[in-house]
């Protein structure tokens, strides 16, 4: 098991106003290797909140979030950062490529900070192999504004599984792209899942996109329901 969310519940109060949004209402899901998952729902209804909390980006106001097995709360804010960067890609709807690197100085960034010898020495070979997957090999000296909207997103799945994640974490990934680019992305990151056994979770308002996982989910006034599954 990957990540378990345990009874999540998620409200925000501001200081002097005394009701409260509820957010997100006793959630537990357990994601695996391999899950592929989607988690549809209204505008506002919590899935962005949902995700961050299942990247440890976010905390829940009650309720346990453990990774691997373990309470995120055991972990300070320097061993999550490196948990998320060792075990978790993120896909988000902009790109947030460096506009002065290259498309392989984009895709390695996530390498910096990498303890662990092996993989960083092996970062580069890794890089030009999972480019080439997505069809980008030939413009890694290339700069963000010198590549489509859809090159881009492309280069961020790289650099997503650059660290070789259990799980990838992805938020409107297509949201930002026309419907030719949008297609082909859901269907790299479809191929990705199966290819690489990488767990994927997508927050998304297209139907479309999220029937490429195996299984949906909607949110909606908190609460978390299988909608359809294959």
Known sequence: MI???DSISKYYE???IITRRDVLNEISIAINSGDALSIVGPSGSGKSTLLNILGTL???????VKIKGKDIHDFNEKQLAEIRNNNIGFIFQLHHLLPQLTLIENVLVPTIPQK?????????????DLLDSVGLVDKIHQR???LSGGECQRATVVRALINEPNLVLADEPTGSLDQDSADQLGELLSD???KYNVAMVIVTHSLDLAKKMDTIYKLDHGKLNVTISE
Do not use: F, Y
Not at 116 to 128: Q, Y
């Open 14 to 16: 501001n200081e002097g």
């Open 3 to 5: 990540v378990e969310l």
């Open 58 to 64: 976010d905390l829940p106001t009650s309720g346990i």
């Open 144 to 146: 963000p504004g010198q």
């Open 192 to 194: 990705i899942n199966k």
């Open 116 to 128: 662990d010898k092996s993989i960083k020495k092996s970062a580069m070979e890794r890089a030009m």
